[in-house]
Structure formats: structure tokens, C-alpha cells
């Protein structure tokens, strides 16, 4: 079974940093691909980025490109997001979601399995 809890959201100023970290209670997290996603208010849920299962191959959005890092940690059943040079635009609830399989996509109807989210909060 798996379930997923994240942590490290929080009110951060633009340019700042937050790690997120998503636990997996389960014991199947080193056999599944992993991703992040985000929903601001009045937005849908988007596509942040994902990594395989064994954390070789990674995709962003362009949106994060270049200032988000996704990673994992088999041996903790534990996946990561370090933000660095938060804008306001990157605002959010974050939710970390588990895929089916070992394959990492970017549709949110590829994971069927979520945590519950952390809010992000970027102030100018």
C-alpha cells in the first residue's frame, strides 16, 4: 500500500528556497516512478516535474526548469523537491503523487496514488 505525506512547505520571499520531502509509508516506492504537481487557487493541477524509478531520469515543466530539482532516496522511501528562486507565480499547494509503474509521466491521471499536499506561499 502506499502512502504518501509531504512536508517542508512554507511562506518564503522571492528568491528564497524550500526543500519538499514526500515519505512513502509503503514498500513499493523504490519500484515506482514518482512526480510533483501544484494547484494554485482558481487554477487546475499542473505537472511540475517526475522522476524514474531509479532516479537516473528526471523531466521538468519549463516553468521550473533550471530552478527546481526533483530527487529521490530508495533507501529512505523518500522523494524531494528543492526549489531555489521562488517567484510569486510559484505559489501553490504541492502534492507528490506515485505512478502505477517504473515509467515516470507528466498526466496527472498516470498516478493514482497522492499525499495531501504542502502549501508553498512566495511573497514579494
Known amino acids: 500500500q502506499v502512502q504518501l505525506v509531504e512536508s517542508g512547505g512554507g511562506l518564503v520571499q522571492a528568491g528564497g528556497s524550500l526543500r519538499l520531502s514526500c515519505a512513502d509509508s509503503g514498500r513499493t516506492f523504490d519500484n515506482r516512478a514518482m512526480g510533483w504537481f501544484r494547484q494554485a487557487p482558481g487554477k487546475e493541477r499542473e505537472f511540475v516535474a517526475n522522476?524514474?524509478?531509479?532516479?537516473?531520469?528526471?523531466y521538468y515543466a519549463e516553468s521550473v526548469k533550471g530552478r527546481f530539482t526533483i530527487f529521490r532516496d530508495n533507501a529512505k522511501n523518500t522523494l524531494y523537491l528543492q526549489m531555489n528562486n521562488l517567484i510569486p507565480e510559484d505559489t501553490a499547494a504541492y502534492y507528490c503523487?506515485?505512478?502505477?509503474?517504473?515509467?515516470?509521466?507528466?498526466?496527472?491521471?498516470?498516478?493514482?496514488?497522492w499525499g495531501q499536499g504542502t502549501q508553498v506561499t512566495v511573497s514579494l
Open positions: 522522476i524514474g524509478w531509479s532516479g537516473d531520469t528526471t
Open positions: 503523487a506515485a505512478a502505477r509503474g517504473a515509467i515516470a509521466r507528466t498526466a496527472a491521471t498516470m498516478y493514482p496514488y
